[in-house]
């Protein structure tokens, strides 16, 4: 599909009623597990630069200086280190190991939020393009939501 990379036999379909994006059939484990283990070598973002205050300056609207903020489907970190540089607390998660450094930007699924040492420890939570990669997006929502602290966003 993306660059011819990936399985022909899924369609992309728009929902009418919520304009979710979504493929079906949906990806499986092991096809998710296949594609993000060398997503990253695919070379799709093999020249691109990353920008100065290139993270979505609609985020200025919800984050404080102290707050601790996580990016699910992170890749490269383009937003992670931007607001890094910017002096936030900031964290990434990525499917893709050959991009996680695993000091800032680690190799989870955001399952991981569900377990108990996450709970209450984020102010923010974002991710930009990552529900058209799920198979579960109630469950994807209710793990970041255990993650939040009390007025997380």
Known sequence: M???????????????????????????????SNIYSKYSIKKDFENHKIQEHSY????DNYI????????????????????????????????????????????FDASILKNKEYNNTFDIIFGIHVFEHLNNPKEFLNNCYNALKNKGK
């Open 56 to 59: 979505p300056q609609y985020l």
């Open 64 to 107: 404080k200086t102290n707050d601790t903020i996580l990016e699910i489907g992170c890749g490269f970190g383009g937003n992670v280190f931007q607001l890094k540089k910017l002096g936030y607390k900031i964290y990434g998660f990525d499917k893709d190991p050959t991009v996680c450094d695993e000091k800032t930007i680690f190799n």
């Open 2 to 32: 993306r660059f011819q990379c990936y399985n022909k036999d899924k369609a992309i379909v728009k929902c009418v009623y919520c304009n979710l994006i979504q493929l079906i059939p949906q990806w499986n484990e092991e096809e998710l």
